[in-house]
């Protein structure tokens, strides 16, 4: 089975995309390359997004909380933080039911963290096959994090044009969520692609929406991105994962 390459990125990239207020920046200089479909807007962070929930968005496990009106991110569908392996795996079934030995391991060596995978035909409706991975943290042995990928790996019929279709259409549907207003970013560029949305919730939970594929300088100095592939997570904490780290001084 295609191990999942996004398992292991919880002390990399998300902390570096998801610790602390980021502002959003504008794509001018890193567009993704697609057809018929205009270059994505930023919207600054803390601004009130427009943009409404199509219909058929892959739904967050989430609810609104009543003292803040922000959305409360507690996992994935029927998955949440906190539960063991054996909770989580029976949340999996409820909703997917899948077969029997469909349901995959992977351990991480160096974050020693413990993941069970599970392939999905059109998470998204009409998206294509994804790839879910969720991750059980080094002391907790708890869900820590629940993470989706769309590539070529997953589906072979998966093209750029698709990935950044189901990226805005994920983007429009957190956007109409309620997150925190000043911990919302969209079109940032990073190293590798665009963090098309982060978003967290008032227990900094946290979202985030990453387009990955390659840059090509274009006139104007302008940097287009193809896609390819699409990364979803769900993080309990972002800033502190649960993973193996050295302790200070060993070294």
Same mark, same amino acid.
């Given at each position: 089975?295609? @191990? ?11 902390? $570096? ?13 890193? =567009? ?11 919207? !600054? ?13 892959? &739904?967050?496990? *989430?609810?609104?909380? !009543?003292?803040? @009106? =922000? ?29 029997? %030995? ?7 060596? *160096?974050? #020693?963290?413990?993941?069970? #995978? ?5 998470? #998204?409706? *009409? ?13 907790? @042995?708890?869900?820590?994090? $629940? ?11 998966? =093209? !750029?044009?698709?990935?950044? +279709? ?9 956007? +109409?969520?309620?997150?925190? &207003?000043?911990? $919302?970013?969209? /079109?940032?560029?990073? /190293? ?11 227990? %900094?939970?946290?979202?985030?929406? #990453? ?5 090509? /300088?274009?006139? /104007?100095?302008?940097?287009?991105? =193809? &896609? ?24």
């Amino acid at each position: 089975m295609h @191990k999942i390459y996004h398992v292991p990125a919880l002390v990399g990239l998300l902390t $570096i995309v998801a610790a602390g207020p980021l502002a959003a920046q504008g794509v001018q200089g890193a =567009t993704p390359k697609q057809k018929a479909a205009a270059a994505p807007k930023a919207v !600054a962070a803390g601004a009130s997004p427009a943009a409404a929930a199509p219909a058929g968005a892959a &739904p967050a496990a *989430s609810s609104e909380t !009543a003292d803040d @009106k =922000t959305k409360a991110i507690d996992g994935f569908r029927s998955a949440r933080f906190g539960m063991n392996e054996t909770d989580a795996r029976a949340a999996m079934a409820k909703d997917f039911n899948p077969k029997a %030995d469909a349901i995959k391991s992977q351990d991480n060596p *160096s974050e #020693l963290t413990h993941s069970v #995978l599970l392939t999905v035909p059109d998470l #998204l409706p *009409s998206g294509g096959t994804a790839e879910l991975s969720y991750v059980f943290g080094y002391k907790s @042995k708890s869900l820590i994090q $629940i993470g989706a990928v769309w590539s070529k790996g997953t589906d072979a019929a998966m =093209t !750029a044009e698709k990935l950044f +279709s189901n990226a805005n259409i994920l983007r429009a549907h957190f956007l +109409s969520e309620g997150f925190k &207003p000043d911990s $919302i970013a969209v /079109n940032m560029p990073v /190293n590798g692609g665009i963090v098309m949305f982060r978003g967290s919730d008032a227990k %900094d939970r946290s979202v985030i929406l #990453l387009l990955q594929g390659t840059f090509e /300088n274009k006139e /104007n100095n302008q940097r287009v991105l =193809t &896609p390819t592939s699409l990364l979803l997570f769900y993080v309990a904490d972002a800033k502190s994962p649960d993973v193996f780290k050295l302790p200070p001084g060993q070294f």
